[in-house]
Structure formats: structure tokens, C-alpha cells
């Protein structure tokens, strides 16, 4: 079973606009990873927030944090057509070993 | 720095074939891990390497096994392969074991088509 469920499943919006996606889990983490995948291809690191830290950015991206709330949303801002793409969120459950657990992904599509 | 490197990048075999991908992961990482995606399944664990000992295993069937060489280059063998086990098989290495702030890099994959 996924530790992370993503939400919404798929999002479509013109480009420019700002897009947001949610991830919830069940139990406690170190930290929460955000990953982004091309049509089927290899997955690039977002972003890492730590179970203590509440919101991070990095360029047109913004990731918060609720840990009462086992929940993470992960912001997009400007959106562009390279944008389009599918994102996972991660959570590591295990600390000292390389195991990510993955929701099932957002499919985002950035319209021109 | 080159990525990690996956091999074949493309696989079809038969029912009941016996295949092997591998991995090699950026220069100076030593934690090499496994995962399965199929559209039903999304990505699942399979298991983890650190310095040529597994220190983790997903919940698959023995048929799903693996290795690390000194080089921590890994190979990921399945037997008797499934219809079912047609997937995107990803490789992600680190540096250290410890996932506080460690992040994973993932190859291009490896799809495999079982026939």
C-alpha cells in the first residue's frame, strides 16, 4: 500500500497559472521529498523538507509542511509548458536506509 | 559528475525468461536502491545496497534479486519472469545510507516488456 496519497490524481491549466498539489501520509517521517517525472522516464529531485521545518522554497517552487496533519502541498508558481510533467511526493519512514515510499503522482499538464 | 547510468534502457523478453538490469550509480555514492513502477502499482521499493550488503528489501518475491560489486555498480536479476512484471525499473544512488537531508538520484530506467 502507498504511504502517500496525492491529490488531485490530475491537474490541466494554462500556462502562466499557479499549481498546487497535496500529498497526505500515514505515519511519522524523517522528511518528505518532492519528484518530478517525465512521460515514464527518470525521477528528478524537487525538493527535500525536513520533518521540522515547515515551509521551503527553491526558484518557482514552494513546499510546506504540516507533520500535525501528515500532509505536505507542493506550489508552483509562473507555470510553464516544461512543467508538464508528473510529480510524486516521498517519505522515508526509515532512518538509515535508502527507502522511499511513493504516492501514486499528480499528473500535471500545462496548457499553452 | 556523471548521472546514474542504467543498462539496458529498453528489454523484451519472454515468459519465463530470467533477465538482468544494471546500475551505475554517481562516482563517490555508495547506497544503490531499487524500485519497480508499473501503472497499477505506482513505484515500489525492491531493496537497497551499501558497500555489497543488501540493508533492505521490499515486500517482492524471491525470484527478484540483486547484487553490489566493490565498484557499487548493483544488477537487479529476475527469474521466471511474469507478464506481471512488466514495469519501469529505477536505480536511485546517495552518498551515504542516512536519508536526513540525503538526497536519492535516480537513472533514466529500465523498461522491460515481458511477452
Known amino acids: 500500500s502507498q504511504q502517500g496519497e496525492e491529490d488531485p490524481q490530475a491537474l490541466s491549466i494554462q500556462e502562466g497559472e499557479n499549481a498546487t498539489m497535496n500529498c497526505s501520509y500515514k505515519?511519522?517521517?524523517?522528511?518528505l521529498q518532492w519528484y518530478r517525472q517525465n512521460s515514464g522516464r527518470g525521477l528528478v529531485h524537487l525538493i527535500l523538507?525536513?520533518?521540522?521545518?515547515r515551509e521551503k522554497h527553491s526558484g518557482r517552487l514552494r513546499v510546506t509542511l504540516d507533520t500535525s496533519k501528515k500532509s505536505s502541498s507542493l506550489l508552483i508558481t509562473a507555470s510553464r509548458a516544461a512543467d508538464t510533467a508528473s510529480y510524486f511526493c516521498?517519505?522515508?519512514?526509515?532512518?538509515?536506509?535508502?527507502?522511499?515510499?511513493f504516492g501514486q503522482g499528480t499528473r500535471l499538464t500545462i496548457n499553452p | 559528475k556523471a548521472g546514474v547510468t542504467q543498462t539496458p534502457r529498453y528489454l523484451i523478453k519472454t515468459r519465463g525468461q530470467q533477465v538482468t538490469l544494471s546500475c551505475s550509480p554517481i562516482?563517490?555514492?555508495?547506497?544503490v536502491s531499487w524500485y519497480q513502477q508499473t501503472p497499477g502499482q505506482g513505484l515500489q521499493f525492491l531493496f537497497e545496497?551499501?558497500?555489497?550488503?543488501?540493508?533492505n528489501k521490499g515486500n517482492f518475491p524471491g525470484r527478484f534479486s540483486g547484487r553490489q560489486f566493490s565498484n557499487s555498480r548493483s544488477e537487479m536479476n529476475v527469474s521466471t519472469l511474469e507478464l506481471g512484471d512488466s514495469a519501469l525499473y529505477l536505480c536511485?544512488?546517495?552518498?551515504?545510507?542516512?536519508?536526513?537531508?540525503?538526497?536519492?538520484?535516480f537513472g533514466p530506467g529500465t523498461r522491460l516488456t515481458v511477452l
Open positions: 523538507i525536513r520533518s521540522n521545518e
Open positions: 505515519t511519522s517521517i524523517n522528511n
Open positions: 545496497y551499501f558497500s555489497e550488503t543488501q540493508r
Open positions: 562516482s563517490g555514492h555508495r547506497s
Open positions: 536511485a544512488s546517495s552518498f551515504t545510507r542516512d536519508t536526513i537531508g540525503n538526497e536519492q538520484f
Open positions: 516521498a517519505t522515508d519512514l526509515v532512518q538509515g536506509a535508502q527507502k522511499l515510499v
